[in-house]
């Protein structure tokens, strides 16, 4: 599988902003995947992750109200949209396919990664 996420932009504090990571290839039906996010010198920090089914989805306290992970199977594509954002949202935002939804925030060697989109958040 290959991932391609995009949609990052320059935002108003407040602004919304909707992240897309497109898979290409074979996706494991019990996989997931997931955003994360990273600061300069920062870890890079889990923030959502959906199913491959779509059912099941988890969301960081930090994001929990404000960003809503879906997913279009016909697609293949993974969208997270970005509410009321802040300042301190602003990042690199990956996504990552992981090979099953327990596995989303934590790292593997079967893991792939989508090239990052900046978020930037500022008046």
């Known amino acids: 599988v290959q991932l391609q996420a995009s949609g990052g932009g320059l935002v108003q504090p407040g602004g919304s902003l909707r992240l897309s990571c497109e898979a290409s290839g074979v996706t494991p039906d019990d996989g997931a995947i997931g955003w994360f996010r990273q600061v300069l010198g920062k870890e890079r920090e889990g923030i959502s992750c959906i199913s491959n089914d779509g059912v099941t989805t988890h969301y960081a306290d930090s994001v929990k109200g404000r960003f809503t992970i879906s997913k279009d199977n016909v697609s293949k594509t993974v969208f997270l949209q970005m509410n009321n954002l802040k300042p301190e949202d602003t990042a690199v935002y990956y996504c990552?396919?992981?090979?099953?939804?327990?596995?989303?925030?934590?790292?593997?060697?079967?893991?792939?990664w989508g090239q990052g989109t900046q978020v930037t958040v500022s008046s």
């Open positions: 990552k396919a992981s090979v099953a939804f327990f596995l989303c925030y934590s790292p593997t060697q079967s893991d792939v």
